[in-house]
Protein backbone atom coordinates (compact mmCIF):
# COMPACT_ATOMS: atom_id res chain seq x y z
CA UNK A 1 0.00 0.00 0.00
CA UNK A 2 1.06 3.51 -0.61
CA UNK A 3 0.49 7.07 0.29
CA UNK A 4 1.16 9.82 -2.50
CA UNK A 5 1.37 12.92 -1.88
CA UNK A 6 0.20 13.52 2.05
CA UNK A 7 2.00 13.61 4.62
CA UNK A 8 -0.02 10.78 7.60
CA UNK A 9 0.28 12.39 11.05
CA UNK A 10 0.92 9.09 12.48
CA UNK A 11 4.49 9.67 10.75
CA UNK A 12 5.57 12.58 12.27
CA UNK A 13 8.82 11.11 13.67
CA UNK A 14 9.60 10.67 9.54
CA UNK A 15 10.75 13.55 8.06
CA UNK A 16 8.97 13.63 4.65
CA UNK A 17 10.82 16.03 2.37
CA UNK A 18 9.03 14.59 -1.08
CA UNK A 19 5.54 13.53 -0.96
CA UNK A 20 6.10 12.98 -4.63
CA UNK A 21 9.11 10.94 -4.51
CA UNK A 22 8.02 9.01 -1.14
CA UNK A 23 6.69 5.50 -0.61
CA UNK A 24 5.14 4.78 2.71
CA UNK A 25 5.20 0.79 2.94
CA UNK A 26 2.51 -0.26 5.23
CA UNK A 27 3.46 -3.93 6.92
CA UNK A 28 1.47 -5.73 9.46
CA UNK A 29 4.04 -4.26 12.45
CA UNK A 30 3.93 -0.85 10.94
CA UNK A 31 5.10 1.63 8.07
CA UNK A 32 8.40 1.96 6.36
CA UNK A 33 8.93 5.40 4.61
CA UNK A 34 10.96 5.23 1.49
CA UNK A 35 12.79 8.28 -0.21
CA UNK A 36 13.04 7.95 -3.79
CA UNK A 37 15.94 9.10 -5.43
CA UNK A 38 14.32 10.76 -8.92
CA UNK A 39 17.96 12.54 -9.25
CA UNK A 40 20.05 9.15 -9.05
CA UNK A 41 17.43 6.66 -11.52
CA UNK A 42 14.82 8.85 -12.66
CA UNK A 43 13.40 5.61 -15.02
CA UNK A 44 13.57 2.99 -11.68
CA UNK A 45 11.30 5.71 -9.97
CA UNK A 46 8.70 6.49 -12.53
CA UNK A 47 8.32 2.83 -12.46
CA UNK A 48 7.99 2.27 -8.89
CA UNK A 49 5.61 4.89 -8.92
CA UNK A 50 3.47 3.98 -11.80
CA UNK A 51 3.60 0.51 -9.89
CA UNK A 52 2.42 1.84 -6.88
CA UNK A 53 -0.37 4.24 -7.54
CA UNK A 54 -1.43 0.74 -10.08
CA UNK A 55 -1.67 -0.99 -6.88
CA UNK A 56 0.73 -3.93 -8.60
CA UNK A 57 2.32 -3.93 -5.28
CA UNK A 58 -0.56 -4.58 -3.18
CA UNK A 59 -0.17 -8.34 -1.37
CA UNK A 60 3.06 -8.95 -2.78
CA UNK A 61 5.46 -11.16 -0.82
CA UNK A 62 8.67 -10.04 0.45
CA UNK A 63 10.42 -12.89 -1.44
CA UNK A 64 14.07 -12.79 -0.01
CA UNK A 65 14.99 -11.40 3.06
CA UNK A 66 18.88 -11.13 4.73
CA UNK A 67 17.94 -9.46 8.26
CA UNK A 68 20.21 -6.70 8.82
CA UNK A 69 21.08 -5.90 5.41
CA UNK A 70 17.73 -5.88 2.80
CA UNK A 71 14.37 -7.56 1.79
CA UNK A 72 13.37 -7.83 -1.58
CA UNK A 73 9.70 -7.60 -2.76
CA UNK A 74 8.00 -6.32 -6.01
CA UNK A 75 7.53 -9.77 -8.29
CA UNK A 76 3.98 -8.48 -9.26
CA UNK A 77 3.73 -11.63 -11.55
CA UNK A 78 4.28 -14.22 -9.05
CA UNK A 79 4.38 -12.53 -5.39
CA UNK A 80 0.23 -11.78 -4.78
CA UNK A 81 -0.19 -13.59 -1.67
CA UNK A 82 -3.99 -13.28 -2.55
CA UNK A 83 -4.04 -14.40 -6.38
CA UNK A 84 -2.35 -17.92 -7.33
CA UNK A 85 0.83 -17.20 -4.84
CA UNK A 86 3.90 -19.79 -5.30
CA UNK A 87 6.10 -19.08 -2.86
CA UNK A 88 8.65 -21.20 -5.57
CA UNK A 89 8.24 -18.58 -7.95
CA UNK A 90 7.99 -15.33 -5.45
CA UNK A 91 11.25 -13.23 -6.90
CA UNK A 92 11.14 -14.95 -10.63
CA UNK A 93 8.65 -12.78 -12.43
CA UNK A 94 8.36 -9.53 -13.41
CA UNK A 95 5.51 -7.03 -14.74
CA UNK A 96 3.73 -6.75 -18.17
CA UNK A 97 5.84 -3.52 -18.80
CA UNK A 98 9.64 -3.46 -20.82
CA UNK A 99 12.48 -3.86 -18.71
CA UNK A 100 14.48 -1.13 -17.67
CA UNK A 101 18.26 0.09 -18.35
CA UNK A 102 20.30 0.18 -15.49
CA UNK A 103 20.71 3.31 -13.73
CA UNK A 104 24.31 2.87 -11.90
CA UNK A 105 25.32 5.62 -9.42
CA UNK A 106 28.72 6.18 -7.15
CA UNK A 107 26.22 5.93 -4.42
Known amino acids: Q ?3 GKKPERLAMAEIKDP ?3 II ?3 KDGEV ?3 LLADV ?3 HVERMKLQARAKSYG ?3 FHRVIEGFMAQTGDVANGNMEN ?3 LRRAGTGGSDLPD ?3 EFSGL
Open 100 to 102: LPA
Open 20 to 22: ENT
Open 41 to 43: APK
Open 59 to 61: NVA
Open 33 to 35: VIE
Open 2 to 4: STW
Open 84 to 86: NFN
Open 25 to 27: LTL
